[in-house]
Every structure is written in structure tokens, then in C-alpha cells.
């Protein structure tokens, strides 16, 4: 389980005379429940990225609390990332390795024996249909190859809680559906914690148990997709979504 609570960060743009500040993520809260997908939905710029570096231990928060499993983020990070699988994107595969051996070597970072790390990469190959991949070298993989071999990377110490970063990003549709898929049989049959970023409503909607919509950097909304569209009277979710961001003058402006 993941808990955030009034999570803040400000970043300086520019320098000297130019400089500014920015508030990137402005009391931020939501609870993702285990063997349940958590989507965070907004705009671009809404702080959602800003939000899982922070909850990843990538970045310090200026104040608010982040709490996995119990463990706090802040104090003790190198717990709380033992039971983390996070995924930002599908760069920083090392392309001379084959995908195997960019798996065990992460696998080895988190203390794991070549053995087990091995035995493990075999059993995420069948969960996400990668077996042709594993003796390949990365060099030269489409977008959806390497967003698979990243998410098997990210699952390789059988983390409970998972972190996505717009996981479909340049994903072509079978590659995203494949994706999707994945997903569900980590939350159904693993019940796992799965937490993603998102600004496609179609993506959410379909794949989400529960959605935290955020704004300007702020939590505006969570519930179910049902319980957001009873919420706003809605029966589009596309509508709700863009009340629940924006506010009710824009939807109404959007519709007509």
C-alpha cells in the first residue's frame, strides 16, 4: 500500500534576474490499495510526474509524508525501495546487454545471486511474453521491446508495489494492450500495488480501479470511475474528467 499526504515541492526556474519560482506539486494526496491500479490523471504539467519521483525517493519533498508498506519514504528510503518496482520510462538500457543481462543486473543491485536473479527473469518472461527478447541485445528494440524489458527490470526482486511513469508513452496498440495485460494479471494474480501516471482518459478508464485526478498540482478528485461520474452527473468520462480539472465552465464550454 501506498499512502501520500499533502505532498509539496517547488523547483527555481532560470537563474539570476530570470529566476522563479514554481510550485510544482501543492498538497498532493491519495491511497493506492494492494491488488488494485491506481491511476493518477491530469494535464500535462499537473505535477503527476513531479509526485512519483517523489513517492519513488527520487526526489525530497518540501514537506508532506510518503508511506509504503508502512515505511516512511523520507526516513527510510532504502527500505521503502525494497519493496518498489518503479518504472519512469524505457531508457537506460544498457544496449550492448542483451535483455536478459540488463534484467540480472539490476536483479544483482538489489542483492540478488545470478542464480536466482536468472531463475526470476525466466518467470517474468512468461508473464510478459518476452521470451524471444531475453537473448537478444538491446540495441535496436522497439519501443514496446524496451518497455517490456524495463518493466521486467523493475519487477525483478518481486517488488509489492509498482510505479509507472506514463508506461505507454510511443507505444503502438498492441504493445500497449500487451502492457495493459500485464498489469491486470500483476494486480489479479500477484496483488500487487499499482500506481500509474496518465493524461489518457481511454487508458485510465479501462485499466483503473481507482483514479486521483490532479491539478495545478493539487488532488481535485479520487474515486472509481463509476463513483467520478455519479460525482459530476456525468455519463462520458471525458466530460468528468475535464469538470473535475478544469471546472464546470470549461466543460460545459468543451461540450458546446
Known amino acids: 500500500m501506498i499512502e501520500v499526504k499533502n505532498l509539496s515541492r517547488r523547483f527555481t526556474q532560470g537563474s539570476g534576474r530570470k529566476a522563479r519560482s514554481v510550485q510544482a506539486v501543492d498538497g498532493v494526496s491519495f491511497t493506492a490499495a494492494d491488488g488494485r491500479i491506481t491511476g ?12 512519483l519521483r517523489m513517492v519513488a525517493a527520487l526526489l525530497p519533498p518540501d514537506s508532506g509524508q510518503i508511506h509504503v508498506d508502512g515505511l516512511d519514504v523520507i526516513a527510510q528510503p532504502g527500505q521503502a525501495l525494497a519493496r518498489m518496482g518503479v518504472l519512469s520510462d524505457a531508457r537506460g538500457l544498457y544496449p550492448r546487454l542483451t535483455a536478459r543481462e540488463n534484467i540480472v543486473y539490476y536483479g544483482r ?32 528494440f522497439s519501443q514496446g521491446e524496451r518497455m517490456k524489458t524495463a518493466l521486467a527490470r523493475a519487477l525483478i526482486h518481486d517488488p509489492p508495489n509498482i510505479i509507472l511513469d506514463e508506461p505507454t508513452n510511443g507505444l503502438d496498440v498492441l504493445a500497449t494492450r500487451a502492457l495493459r495485460d500485464s498489469l491486470r ?3 489479479d494474480d500477484a496483488g500487487k500495488c499499482i500506481v500509474f501516471s496518465s493524461h489518457i482518459m481511454q487508458e485510465v478508464e479501462r485499466l483503473c480501479d481507482e483514479v486521483v485526478v490532479v491539478a495545478q498540482g493539487r488532488t481535485v478528485a479520487q ?10 452527473a456525468q455519463t462520458d468520462f471525458e466530460e468528468t474528467f475535464v469538470q473535475l480539472a478544469f471546472g464546470t465552465a470549461a466543460a460545459t464550454g468543451a461540450a458546446s
Open 109 to 140: 543491485l538489489h542483492g540478488m545471486t545470478s542464480a536466482a536473479a536468472n531463475s526470476r527473469v525466466d518467470i517474468l518472461a512468461r508473464m510478459l511474453d518476452m521470451g524471444p527478447l531475453l537473448e537478444r541485445r538491446t540495441e535496436g
Open 185 to 187: 494479471r500483476l494486480r
Open 40 to 51: 493518477l490523471l491530469g494535464p500535462n504539467g499537473a505535477g503527476k510526474t513531479t509526485t
Open 223 to 232: 474515486g472509481s470511475v463509476p463513483e467520478l461520474l455519479a460525482r459530476t
